[in-house]
């Protein structure tokens, strides 16, 4: 087995932001933010030796089960960003992994947090057995809460519907976790006194090329929520959204 340094258990690459990673009030897009933390968690796994080849030898994937970000400071257009990730110790069959964005000088801009599980290909179910990583964990949390999952669309107002879109399917053939951001993004359709603070995004169920989302949405004092049904009343994500006014 390959030996992990403990340098190796963090992992840090740039990018420089472009025009195409911010809205129209030159905010950067929630789909960015999650797309850059795929990014970053997929060139890391390959390293821990946790890649998407290696799982798919073993007949396994990696699943997103949530994620969330809270921007600190507002990144802008033609930014070099760094975002640095690690690991967290394994909880059952829970695989987290924390993201830390800075700019050039450190300063941080946003921070992250995911939960991801194991699926076995041939059963399509979580795995229990545990996958070994040859490595010393870092325990270092950027959240002191966890994520918990938001209320079902009780009371929601139904505001639409999305049929996936081939050019949002991913190598596993559903729908790219980043994609649903776009979801919700379009369902806020926030103002230009209104900015995202914090996201967070539970993924319950698959949705493949030519599933129709039904989108739901409730405001509420401790945020706005979006989520989305199949037409077989299955939930397929949830989503709430701090968002401050200007």
């Known amino acids: 087995m390959k030996v992990i340094s403990m340098e190796d258990m963090i992992f840090s690459r740039t990018f420089p932001l472009t025009a195409g990673d911010f809205d129209g009030y030159d905010r950067l897009k929630p789909y960015a933010i999650l797309n850059y933390f795929q990014e970053v968690a997929g060139l890391h796994s390959v390293i821990l030796g946790a890649g998407y080849e290696d799982l798919l030898a073993k007949n396994k994937i990696w699943v997103l089960l949530k994620t969330r970000f809270r921007i600190e400071s507002q990144p802008h257009l033609s930014q070099t960003i760094k975002i640095t990730t690690w690991p967290l110790p394994v909880d059952k069959v829970y695989y987290g992994r924390e993201y830390l964005v800075s700019?050039?000088?450190?300063?941080?801009?946003?921070?992250?947090?995911?939960?991801?599980?194991?699926?076995?290909l041939k059963t399509e179910t979580v795995t229990l057995e545990k996958?070994?990583?040859?490595?010393?964990?870092i325990k270092d949390h950027l959240f002191e809460d966890k994520m918990t999952k938001a209320t079902s669309p009780a009371y929601a107002l139904k505001v639409g519907s999305h049929p996936v879109?081939?050019?949002?399917?991913?190598?596993?053939?559903?729908?790219?976790?980043?994609?649903?951001?776009?979801?919700?993004?379009?369902?806020?359709?926030?103002?230009?006194?209104?900015?995202i603070e914090q996201m967070e995004i539970h993924f319950e169920s698959q949705a493949k090329k030519g599933t129709v989302i039904e989108i739901y949405r409730k405001d509420a004092e401790i945020g706005k929520f979006v989520f989305g049904k199949n037409f077989g009343d299955g939930m397929v994500f949830s989503s709430k959204t701090i968002v401050k006014n200007l």
């Open 165 to 195: 879109m081939p050019s949002e399917i991913d190598h596993n053939r559903h729908m790219n976790n980043a994609m649903y951001a776009n979801i919700i993004f379009d369902t806020l359709d926030l103002a230009d006194s209104e900015e």
């Open 131 to 137: 996958w070994k990583f040859p490595g010393t964990f």
């Open 103 to 120: 700019d050039e000088a450190g300063n941080v801009l946003i921070k992250g947090s995911s939960i991801w599980a194991m699926i076995n």
